[in-house]
């Protein structure tokens, strides 16, 4: 048996849904998820579901084909189909700040995370011990307040060379270079350390505390050229009182950061993701 | 145009959508929202859609008709479809607390709860006045422990005069009559003061405080024979502390209470509530 | 039997705790809670107890004089000391929106809101049967958009001929004149229809909405001349998806400002806030 | 410098504060917090407190003997007072669950979390891996249905001779003998799966999702000889849906299981629990 999960947005109109599910079953899909979503202010239509295929004779590429020939060309969708059988290829950015990193690969480790992550990439050769505990190759390239071009040539060879599919920025403490970004436009996911768009930039917590607040956040989301302003994928907050110094909201917010980055890595790899206008749809 | 909400459930099977969406569109219903839950344990299909149908030569009689003799049949489905214009009628049953009460009546009267609200009734005299503030007719059942055979049938008389869709029991404190649950299956909402299963029966707020747990909870579920064991609509829950008192918890939990029988009573009139095996399937 | 609530600041030295808590004893008091924070950045002492004085030789004149020409002239204390029988006089400010007013009214007839409330103030009519129904005066002062100086004196002259301790405002529309907010300072507490300071100023909901955020919030603060940034009571949030649109904003909103404006007011009520470099300790 | 933290509990009367506070301030201490309770019902004082002794004079000896025989005696207090300087050693007892071990040697390993561990213990061989990879002495003691008296006492052997000072069951997957509870009393913590007193037992989300709850939680406790039933420390929970079979409620508590066991342990190690009546008091 094969799972089909299918993402789909188009302009709205009549009658998407009833050509889609029909489309599949035909085709000897049988559907056991779907959900969609309609922007109103745009007219945009937004779905995914997943199809169980059973039988040896189901052709993914015979079917991709012929549903882009039918469906996709009368809607004019843009539209992604992928196996479950696939394991998306992840590359880890890291610095310093080792909580992230241990949180990602323990849940790696035990199986809850479905991806390969052929290497840790960082500016600093500190984590290197922990991706050796892990047994993961790690590579370290230097440089100090800018990244050089040789640098960002680096990198990019090493991601293209393992044909990652996304980026996880795990407290990466380095602006990403563009040609980075657009070439893995809505696949590099940062955590940023505050409830955005509240304290955008550096140093989140110092602002927080300065300002008063009651609660702070976490953020996960892709990253864009303008910094610390990409779709918003998963949030959460936790309680600080008067009583936190700043040093005490660094380490509750560690927990959030950890978490939040987790779940923003999962939503992605289980393809509930879709990006429109610099807002994500996020399907359940 | 005529917005029509449809509750299916059925034994799963392949094309399910498909049936249903293609008979919509081919009746030239434009379908705004569908979700859809399969339980695996049992093989049950469930599904809420909706659907828009403009023009004046959309029937309801005759759609439903078609529909039965059609897909309903094919698939054994047991089913509903509600028209948006219809305003459900709503009982309110108190005693003597009042925050439930005064929450209900200032979301109705803000026009947030799109209901009729035909009377409020109590088996005790105290909140007339506040039935009086909000204009509402307000009628006093006494009874002591047991609710007598006279007093049941009354409230039944009432009930049925008014044509009372669903019973909403804001801290009403009295066992509700078998004849009422079966006649009100699956269409009496209520709201128990802890974080069911946990602390199930009376005094929840003394239980807590004695097991010393760090949260406490309210939940609201349809009214089953056996006691705060009906299904589940919503619960939410609320930290407390070892300084928490009892008369702390009650003044917290008022304000869980409120709100999570609020979602409960939203989530019925919405039709985003379905009921199998003693669980709810809340559709978003 | 008297109870006492004390709070004081001061230049954080040692031995001030011991100063304080012999003396109430001395003084046959006895200390039913003490809490205290120390803002070590700024060198600040801050703390609140609550003393119970039996016997009918309790003078709080004498007490407080006693007070201040030992402990508080020693230690320099900035303090205040309230008995618990005097009922605070509160002024509620409203436009058109009713769900906080209803929220608050709801809590004050059933007892949870320990206070008077002589009259509520509005630049609109509209919610005059509301404080009708609740049987407390209403008051009517009408402008456009900016509050005239006929207007501003009237205002002026209500709550002083009322003696009004503090002023709610529970959703008003209208930017509160400075000379107001320098006659009540850290006295007039607002409702904030966002998690501050993401979404400072008019139209949150619309903000949150095109930023895409995955979680809203509410903040109750004081008021002070730089608008929305006031010292923070009180924060809570709830979260949102894609699906939701500003409309449903609004409405989840709704339940969060309610409940986030009645936490404010209560810890004000209950003396447990203390402002300092335009950010609040809240005691437990 | 030397940091003294200081809990206390006696029966409850006048003067007890005014009393430790004055001792500490004749002591040339500086408190830097001071934290009480009353148990209103069995009128029982608790109280935490943080002292800082400047100067090399300050024997902590000499201290502790002289507050014994003054206030301690007096009020006829239980207590007991720990130098910031001693790190707790703590044994981690594992079976095959992974999550937990893995986020507490994240946690340890970055510093975070203020302990020694000079061993992890487990009835499975399974984990050794880990403990080689964090470099901690990992011991197997293997055992089938019920742990033998030869077991039992290899175990005690074990945390005799390493003088640990508490014990964390981190999904350890066993019952703990008896011997071991009364040598270890509210030195051992333990993660359920549930949200107590809901779903005691095996299986808790199993039971969950038969009740269909909306929420599920965590809860870490002292163990006692009676199942699930010892003093609560900390619990938090998170939202389900119908939507969310067994395995999807195993995977969403795996991450609160981690958060609300690593704040339980923190909780034990700062000294800010105490137990009475089978309750804690938590401190702030």
Chains 1, 2, 3, 4 share one sequence.
Request: proline letters at 3%; charged letters at 25%; one cysteine or more.
């Amino acid at each position: 048996m094969t799972k089909i999960t299918t993402l789909i947005h188009c302009k709205d109109t009549s009658g998407i849904i009833a050509s889609v599910t029909s489309f599949i079953h035909k085709n000897h899909g049988n559907i056991v998820y779907i959900d969609q979503h309609v922007d109103r202010q745009n007219g945009i239509f937004f779905m995914r579901s997943e199809s169980e295929f059973s039988g040896d004779n189901f052709e993914l590429v015979k079917f991709k084909s012929e549903f882009k020939s039918s469906i996709a060309q009368i809607y004019k969708m843009k539209w992604h189909m992928h196996s479950d059988d696939y394991r998306p290829k992840m590359a880890i950015f890291v610095s310093k700040y080792d909580h992230c990193l241990y949180d990602i690969l323990g849940r790696y480790n035990s199986g809850e995370l479905k991806v390969d992550i052929p290497f840790i990439l960082s500016n600093h050769p500190d984590l290197k011990p922990i991706a050796d505990a892990f047994k993961i190759p790690f590579h370290h390239i230097a440089y100090t307040k800018e990244i050089s071009e040789a640098a960002q040539k680096k990198q990019l060879e090493l991601l293209e060379e393992h044909q990652i599919d996304f980026i996880v920025l795990a407290r990466y403490m380095q602006i990403v270079p563009n040609t980075l970004i657009e070439r893995y436009q809505n696949k590099i996911i940062n955590i940023h350390h505050s409830f955005l768009p509240a304290f955008v930039g550096a140093k989140p917590y110092h602002s927080a505390y300065k300002r008063g607040v009651k609660i702070i956040g976490a953020t996960s989301h892709y990253v864009t050229e303008e910094l610390d302003a990409g779709p918003i994928i998963e949030q959460d907050v936790t309680r600080v009182t008067h009583a936190h110094s700043i040093e005490d909201m660094v380490a509750k917010g560690r927990d959030l950061e950890k978490i939040v980055l987790a779940r923003g890595i999962k939503l992605h790899v289980d393809r509930k993701t879709m990006v429109y206008n610099n807002k994500t749809i996020i399907f359940s």
